[in-house]
């Protein structure tokens, strides 16, 4: 299948911004998503952003995306310690109905 | 608006016993449905999905089947549980415009 790639962990400090990265090798992706998981809980839709779109911001989350290099950065401005979560990037591309996800990017928020 | 359940939230079975976990949606029609498995906190492994009644699709060969006999139920069973069973058993839901999936809270698996 089509390879995510995320880096496993990242620590920043309270009010830093976190910048989470993922490269993806399936050019047919129309959708690419963030998801953000907390600890014993289900996945939830951070934002996503279209394949000819090169940024979206939402609040306190911007999303670059470089369909040339296919990849996809989450930006947390301000960054809370409620934002300590698992955050997976997924793709919609030639696979069936499944997305492809990430292995996740584990990130911490210390005081 | 759409939900979906799982249940049970966590359960503990000895090595050998049957296992059936249960997902549901609420307020949509013909969802797909998909089974997932997290293991050890960490990446998705997609187990099944279904289309539609009936129609289940295999991901990887196992010890797990799954079964969809309503438009918004989907199973996930164990005839014979395996320790290597144990893990975060998550079910979704698409049917957007964006094939976004919408995730249940996980039932999580202790396998002893």
């Known amino acids: 299948g089509e390879d995510v790639e995320q880096s496993l962990f990242l620590s920043v400090r309270e009010g830093d911004s976190s910048v989470i990265n993922c490269t993806y090798t399936?050019?047919?992706?129309?959708?690419l998503y963030w998801y953000k998981q907390e600890p014993g809980a289900g996945l939830q839709l951070l934002t996503y952003?279209?394949?000819?779109?090169d940024m979206k911001q939402d609040q306190r989350l911007t999303v670059l995306l470089n369909k040339k290099d296919k990849h996809l950065s989450l930006r947390i401005a301000d960054t809370q310690t409620g934002d300590s979560a698992i955050y997976f990037c997924?793709?919609?591309?030639?696979?069936?109905?499944?997305?492809?996800f990430g292995k996740g990017t584990s990130l911490l928020v210390t005081p | 608006s759409q939900t979906i359940h799982q249940w049970p939230a966590t359960l503990v079975q000895p090595v050998g016993s049957p296992l059936s976990l249960e997902c549901t949606v609420e307020?949509?029609?013909?969802?797909?449905l998909y089974w997932y498995r997290q293991a050890a906190g960490r990446g998705l492994q997609l187990l099944f999905y279904?289309?539609?009644?009936?129609?289940i699709s295999s991901e990887v060969p196992q010890n797990l089947s799954a079964s969809r006999p309503q438009d918004r139920q989907f199973i996930l069973s164990s005839k014979k549980l395996l320790l290597s069973d144990s893990g975060f058993y998550l079910c979704?839901?698409?049917?957007?415009?964006?094939?976004?999936?919408?995730f249940g809270p996980g039932t999580r698996l202790t396998v002893l």
């Open positions: 979704a839901w698409s049917g957007g415009a964006l094939d976004e999936q919408f």
């Open positions: 399936d050019s047919s992706s129309t959708y």
């Open positions: 952003i279209f394949s000819n779109m």
């Open positions: 997924a793709e919609n591309g030639n696979s069936g109905y499944a997305l492809n």
């Open positions: 307020g949509t029609s013909n969802p797909n």
């Open positions: 279904s289309v539609g009644i009936g129609q």
